[in-house]
């Protein structure tokens, strides 16, 4: 089982303080390569807050994080920490909304560009810019290979996504887009991939498509740690949950027996603990 081997990902003690407020207070968490653990917890808890933490969007007051067992605090942007092979989505979707589906998702592979990269540093940027006014061979090779991917990515979706590849992403549905930014997350070709709510606003018959859809990259071997309001799916996909609440830790384990602990049911109540989705707080 997955969760037996070594952390790919490893959390000691994170901690995030906004004025007397401690939206993070501590949390320790350890994801093996393979595996796949929810965070859930009532709106506020400090889960968004907990991601944004790992992805290096905002600051830790205390704590580390680890990853492929090396210390990464505090010490990479989020364009590196993509090139290292950490992808993630958000709570309230992000798309680029004058750019195509197709374009929208090219840009999560740009981690991964070798024909446009300089060997010589110092003049990288004219190099840079002599290749995308020049477009040689290798530059073209490179784009129609990527555009495959993009192509083989968004047939995940069904037809949701592929009869709209060029078109704006604006004119999307708003399930739509939270699809593309996942196919933009997954042409990272992630180790690690963080879904927030991935089915927030999302119909049953939406929600249970994205469900078979995570636990396919599952399947196939993707480290996932999730976020999400709809207990059934959690209960369903992960390996171990864990529940925040007022940004504490307050219970760990298999999704039922969490599902049954009196502390998560007290954490819940006039939150509902069902399987409706919420929208988390900013915290």
């Not at 492929?68 to 989020?78: F, K, N, Q, R, Y």
């Not at 190099?127 to 968004?154: F, M, N, Q, T």
């Not at 593309?180 to 990272?188: G, H, M, Q, S, W």
């Amino acid at each position: 089982m997955a969760e037996a081997h070594a952390p790919l990902l490893s959390l000691r003690g994170l901690t995030r303080r906004f004025g007397g407020l401690t939206a993070v207070d501590g949390i320790d968490l350890d994801l093996a390569k393979g595996g796949l653990v929810s965070i859930i917890g009532p709106n506020g808890a400090g889960k968004t807050t907990l991601f944004n933490l790992v992805t290096g969007l905002d600051r830790l007051d205390a704590g580390t994080v680890s990853f492929e067992g090396h210390d990464i605090t505090g010490c990479l942007s989020p364009e590196r920490l993509a090139a290292q092979g950490i992808a993630r989505t958000f709570q309230l979707g992000r798309v680029f909304g004058n750019l195509s589906v197709m374009d929208n998702v090219l840009i999560g592979a740009h981690t991964r560009l070798r024909a446009v990269k300089p060997a010589v540093p110092v003049i990288g940027p004219l190099l840079e810019l002599g290749l995308a006014l020049l477009r040689p061979s290798s530059v073209r090779d490179e784009e129609e290979r990527l555009r495959e991917e993009v192509k083989a990515i968004l047939s995940r979706f069904g037809e949701r996504l592929l009869p709209r590849i060029d078109q704006p992403a604006y004119s999307l549905s708003y399930a739509n887009r939270r699809r593309v930014e996942i196919a933009r997350a997954l042409a990272l070709k992630p180790r690690l991939l963080l879904l927030d709510e991935p089915t927030a606003g999302m119909n049953p018959s939406e929600t249970a498509e994205m469900q078979a859809l995570v636990a396919e990259l599952k399947a196939e071997g993707l480290t996932i740690l999730l976020i999400e309001h709809k207990l059934e799916m959690v209960m369903r996909l992960s390996d171990r949950v864990i529940v925040m609440d007022e940004g504490k830790k307050i219970a760990e384990g298999p999704g039922e027996a969490v599902r049954n602990d009196p502390k998560v049911i007290e954490a819940y109540l006039g939150h509902g603990l069902s399987g409706t989705s919420e929208q988390e707080s900013a915290a």
